[in-house]
Nanobody, 122 residues
Framework: QVQLVESGGGLVQPGGSLRLSCAVSGFTLDDYAIGWFRQAPGKEREGLSCISSSDDASYYADSVKGRFTISKGSAKSTVYLQMNGLKPEDTAVYYC???????????????WGQGTQVTVAS
């Protein structure tokens, strides 16, 4: 019963901030790495960030580096993506995923949430 549920998406103005949450069940964050991805209409799914199951090492895509921050909650059941300085091109459906792999490619992740819409517009 591995499940991931994203929340926190919505409409935000350019330059604004959102914090996305990924609530996990059926496993702990000591077992799987967690990645954040997004997909805009007509575009490939893009890996944004991931955090290790072992040492909390993190990865950021160039498109979000310096603006987005990934972190784990203290209960080891939630992963956050803090998004600052949002741009219209950040508009997409955002997904979290769990897997034994590492990095920006979606095929190394085994379990996916349903996605949450982020719209950046004035």
């Amino acid at each position: 019963q591995v499940q991931l549920v994203e929340s926190g998406g919505g409409l935000v103005q350019p330059g604004g901030s959102l914090r996305l949450s990924c609530a996990v069940s059926g496993f702990t964050l000591d077992d799987y790495a967690i990645g954040w991805f997004r997909q805009a209409p007509g575009k490939e799914r893009e890996g944004l960030s991931c955090i290790s199951s072992s040492d909390d090492a993190s990865y950021y895509a160039d498109s979000v580096k310096g603006r987005f921050t990934i972190s784990k909650g203290s209960a080891k059941s939630t992963v956050y993506l803090q998004m600052n300085g949002l741009k219209p091109e950040d508009t997409a459906v955002y997904y979290c995923a769990a897997g034994t792999g590492w990095g920006p490619l979606p095929d190394v992740y085994d379990y996916w949430g349903q996605g949450t819409q982020v719209t950046v517009a004035s």
